[in-house]
């Protein structure tokens, strides 16, 4: 008896930039649809050229307002992604530093998972508070919330990736002459990055999407002072630019991480 099986093709790298690009098209027409069908006022759904028009006015350093309130999209967002790479550099660090111990150290495993799973249950919100009172309402504060939300996923996934390595590799290396410091170096490592970029994927777009939390403190220079900002005088196509604009940049980044797995682990067929 055969038996058959269907199994999805990954699609090609053009099929699936096409695919993609047109369901961003497709996203886009339906949102003109609907401001066109004036289900609501423009002043609540503006459509896609008005939010146009304001990206190039915040675009603009010469309009006399230089861009939105005295600092260009470009600027905002850069100081947005400066945040985002700061604190997740940070979180990940500590993440798959903590994640190899957890791995490799059944006791400190049993020690700190608990605190790992407390911390990944909190959302980024709960402990932003505490930390504007320990550090103030500079910088770190809101670096320390991005750190502090990357930091659990890239743990876990590191922590569950050492664990899965093959044994008969390790104990081949070992076999070799190999140290333990060069079996975690050139095996244990290499075996579990896969993996660990899952959780670096998914901690860098938690931190991405806690930015705006992150900028209600201060943060009026972010690309969340802008949205919020133009919240406040009810400009509604500023604060959906904002939304694109954060959007659009970390569908970029998760692209970027991505391409980084299909490389390391061609075989899994990640489109």
Do not use: C
Request: charged residues 10%; glycine residues 10%; without cysteine.
């Amino acid at each position: 008896m055969v038996e058959s099986r269907t199994q999805a093709r990954p699609l090609s790298g053009t099929h699936a930039v096409a695919v993609r690009v047109a369901a961003v098209a497709a996203l886009i027409a339906i949102w003109e649809l609907l401001v066109l069908a004036e289900f609501w006022p423009p002043a609540v759904l503006p459509g896609p050229a008005q939010v146009w028009d304001q990206l190039l006015a915040t675009s603009n350093a010469s309009n006399g307002q230089g861009g939105y309130a005295g600092s260009t999209l470009v600027e905002r967002l850069g100081v947005s992604l400066r945040r985002v790479g700061y604190g997740s550099a940070y979180g990940i660090l500590l993440g798959v530093g903590l994640g190899l111990l957890m791995g490799l150290v059944p006791v400190i495993r049993a020690i700190t998972e608990p605190f790992v799973t407390f911390l990944r249950a909190l959302p980024p919100l709960a402990y932003l508070s505490l930390l504007v009172i320990w550090f103030g309402i500079d910088e770190e504060p809101k670096v320390y919330l991005l750190m502090v939300a990357a930091f659990p996923p890239v743990a876990v996934a590191t922590a569950a990736a050492v664990t899965g390595v093959n044994k008969q590799y390790v104990e081949a290396a070992a076999a070799l002459g190999a140290n333990r410091a060069r079996v975690v170096a050139t095996v244990v490592l290499p075996a579990s990055a896969p993996e660990i970029l899952t959780g670096i994927r998914l901690a860098v777009g938690i931190a991405y999407s806690s930015v705006v939390a992150a900028e209600t403190v201060n943060g009026a220079d972010g690309i969340g002072g802008m949205v919020l900002n133009a919240q406040r005088y009810n400009q509604t196509a500023v604060v959906m630019l904002g939304l694109v604009v954060i959007g659009v940049t970390g569908l970029i980044i998760d692209s970027a991480i991505l391409a980084g797995q299909r490389a390391l682990s061609p075989w899994r067929g990640l489109a």
